[in-house]
């Protein structure tokens, strides 16, 4: 059959649909609204294979609508002008549904220009997106539309929608189809929350198992020939690729350096070497910070020579780097002080610079106009002396607060104990 078995499995009742529960179960926001037949311009905005389009179909039935369906990755504004002007009265007088697929691939002004069918009622407008809609779709759209997010599926739900389309796939069988419950799993697990991937590779499981007395058994053995290469693969431009690099530096922050070896096994299937080195490096200075300051070397080290060697053996220097960053000790104090000077200088915080501190002509002898001469700190005993170097208007500012590591504190002494203060 010409038709995959995704198409044919789709669900054509919200109570077929899996996974969105949060979304779809009783008594919730968009289950009311599609059972409601409200004309809402919707977003839905989740990982692929979580059911966005399924939805356009199933409520574009319920509110006996037209569908018209447009990937905006190969169509443009003529495309929906063209369906726009085929509107008829008598076809469509409540209007159409337009559903535009992976939105973010429409520029500015091709979004803007579905403001005005969207505000005459011509259509009603459903959009999806992977990627977050707060940064890819143009805030008059945005304004104008509702936002619902589609999670990735969890496995045991997914196992449920493999089951019914196992029965739909045996229709064309003669022989009986077997999977046992392990492979079920097994099919969800390399699929990553993506249910269409696993419909796929459940229909391509089938084809590619062998006839035996009537009777086609799928095993783990076929399973790991299909599932070897698309089970790490992700879009590196979308949401999928900014969480897992969330996660991993989250871990190492949180010291957890099985959690954070997770993370990095999957970015090195990836492939995403660079991701990898950037995160790694920044981890060293915000999160590991000035608790152990030997850690940004370690980790810069670990960095130069993965860049240099290229996988497979990065992976040896990089685990390295990322075990001894989430056992180290932790301070972003030093993050956070020059982020709280930046805040002042944002906020008009722009005072002029004391004049002693200025040109080295304002601390001539001749210059008599200076009230204050700038003191050579290698003049005074341990190389300090008490001045003001921080503009009047804020010369009581406070930046960096010391941590509670024992390094830190022992800055904290010194700055207490420190001779010379005049």
């Known amino acids: 059959m010409n038709i995959s078995l995704a198409s044919r499995a789709r669900p054509t009742k919200l109570t077929q649909i899996v996974g969105q529960d ?8 968009l ?11 919707l977003v839905l905005y989740g990982p692929p294979g979580t059911g966005k389009t399924t939805l356009a179909y199933i409520i574009s039935k319920k509110s006996n609508k037209n569908l018209e369906i447009l990937n905006c ?16 009265a008598f076809k469509n007088p409540d ?56 999670r990735s599926i969890e496995n045991s739900e997914i196992v449920k929608a493999l089951k019914r389309a196992l029965a739909i796939l045996q229709d064309d069988y003669e022989e009986i189809l077997i999977l046992s419950e392990d492979v079920f799993e097994t099919i969800a697990n390399s699929c990553s929350g993506d249910l269409r991937r696993a419909i796929s590779t459940l229909e391509l499981a089938v084809i590619s198992s062998k006839s035996e007395n009537k009777k086609i058994i799928v095993t783990n053995g076929i399973l790991s020939q299909i599932t ?54 920044v981890c060293a200075c915000e999160d590991v910070g000035l608790a152990y300051p030997q850690a940004t070397t370690f980790a810069k080290s670990c960095v130069d020579i993965a860049l240099q060697v290229g996988l497979p053996e990065a992976k040896i220097p990089l685990a390295n780097a990322v075990i ?19 805040s002042e200088i944002k906020n008009g915080m722009l005072a002029k610079i004391p004049r002693y501190l200025q040109n080295n002509c304002f601390n001539k002898e001749n210059n008599k106009n200076d009230e204050k001469k700038y003191k050579y700190p290698h003049d005074f005993k341990n190389h300090y002396v008490k001045q003001q170097y921080l503009p009047d208007e804020i010369k009581n500012s406070k930046y960096y607060e010391f941590g509670e590591n024992k390094l830190e504190q022992s800055f904290k002494n010194f700055c207490k104990n420190r001779s010379g203060e005049n």
């Open 324 to 342: 001894l960053l989430c056992l180290s000790p932790k301070s972003n104090s030093g993050y956070k002080a020059i982020n709280k000077a930046i």
């Open 73 to 88: 990755t190969s169509a443009g504004v003529p495309d929906i002008k063209k369906i726009i002007g085929n509107l008829s």
């Open 95 to 150: 209007g159409i549904i337009l559903y535009l697929d992976e939105i973010q691939y429409f520029n500015k002004k091709q979004q803007q220009t579905l403001l005005e069918f969207i505000e005459d009622g011509r259509i009603t407008l459903m959009v999806s997106t992977t990627e977050n809609p707060y940064f890819c779709i143009h805030n008059a759209l945005l304004s104008r539309m509702s936002v619902f997010e589609l």
């Open 22 to 29: 949060h979304l779809l179960g009783k008594e919730k926001a």
């Open 228 to 281: 070897k290469i698309s089970n790490t693969t992700y879009d590196k431009s979308g949401d999928s690729h900014y969480n897992l690099l969330s996660g991993f530096q989250k871990s190492i922050r949180g010291s957890d350096q099985n959690a954070s070896l997770h993370y990095l096994a999957r970015l090195l299937e990836s492939g995403d070497l660079l991701s990898i080195c950037r995160r790694l490096l």
């Open 31 to 41: 289950r009311k609204i599609v059972d409601s037949k409200i004309n809402v311009n």
